[in-house]
Structure formats: structure tokens, C-alpha cells
């Protein structure tokens, strides 16, 4: 499997977290029953792998590698994507918070709710700009199979 495919399995894999998410922060909404343990899962989940496994493989490899390769319409592409990374940190952060509130028996099941609808709209977004607006940038001569062989 090239470095490109394994970026789209874990889109894959992110999108279908973002289904489970959706789910949670409807339940919470409803007043219903959401297990504790599944949103601290979802929060490890989102810290451990979509920003510090699949962020950092964007960022640290394939990312640096397609924009010194690429057109500047494609560093422009990037950089965004960058921005977002972060925009997505910012955000599992507050989950993060307000999970704590919530385990320490503080009204925060609303913030949590919110927040984590804020996560689902962004994996939305970002792996739909992902397929579609990058589709030339993630297909392109497959940047990071090059790195990984160490040329």
C-alpha cells in the first residue's frame, strides 16, 4: 500500500469516528444515556490517533514532501490543511475540558455536546476539502512513497 492509500484508510477510518460522534452528541442533546468510558474513548481516540498518528504523518512527511515538490497552488492547499490541524487541536482540547467538567459532576454535558458536534463538523469539512480540493495534491506522484524509500 502506498503512503497516499494508507492517508485515505485512515480518512476512512476518521470519518466513520465521525459517525460515532455524531451519534454521541445527539444522544447527549436528547438527555439521553451516553457511557462515560465510550466519550473518553472518543477523546483518546481523537487526541491519539486523528492529530498525534494521522495529523503528524500529514504534517511531518507527506505534507513537507508534496509542497517542495509541487506547484504553489498546492503550498497553498497545504498550509490550510495545517490550519486546520490546528483548528482541530483547539477543539479536541475543549472536549478534553469539558469531559473533565462533566467526570467531576459539573453541568458540562452542553459544552461537551457542543464541542463534540464542533469535532464532527470538522472532520466533515476537512476530509471532504481532503477528497475533493486535494484530490489532484494527494494523488500527485504520491509524495511520501518517495520519502519512504529515502530519496
Known amino acids: 500500500m502506498s503512503a497516499t492509500e494508507d492517508l485515505l484508510q485512515d480518512h476512512i477510518f476518521i470519518r ?3 459517525t460515532v460522534i455524531e451519534k454521541c452528541y445527539a444522544y447527549l442533546n436528547e438527555s439521553r444515556d451516553v457511557p462515560v468510558g465510550d466519550i473518553i474513548k ?3 481516540i ?3 490517533f486523528v492529530d498525534q498518528f494521522h495529523h503528524n504523518k500529514e504534517e511531518s512527511g507527506y505534507f513537507p514532501e508534496a509542497e ?3 506547484e504553489d497552488r498546492f503550498s497553498e492547499e497545504i498550509r490550510k490543511f495545517v ?3 490546528e483548528f482541530g487541536r483547539r477543539i479536541a482540547k475543549r472536549i478534553r475540558i469539558h469531559l473533565e467538567e462533566y467526570l467531576q459532576g459539573k453541568d458540562a454535558k452542553e459544552p461537551l455536546a457542543r464541542y463534540l458536534k464542533t469535532y464532527s463538523v470538522f472532520i466533515q469539512d476537512l476530509t471532504l476539502q481532503k477528497r475533493t480540493g ?3 495534491t494527494l494523488k500527485k506522484d ?3 512513497r518517495t520519502r519512504k524509500k529515502g530519496h
Request: negative net charge; hydrophobic residues 25%; contains cysteine.
Open 142 to 144: 504520491d509524495c511520501c
Open 46 to 48: 481523537i487526541e491519539q
Open 83 to 85: 490550519i486546520e490541524h
Open 42 to 44: 472518543i477523546a483518546d
Open 134 to 136: 486535494s484530490s489532484q
Open 16 to 18: 466513520r469516528l465521525q
Open 68 to 70: 517542495n515538490r509541487e
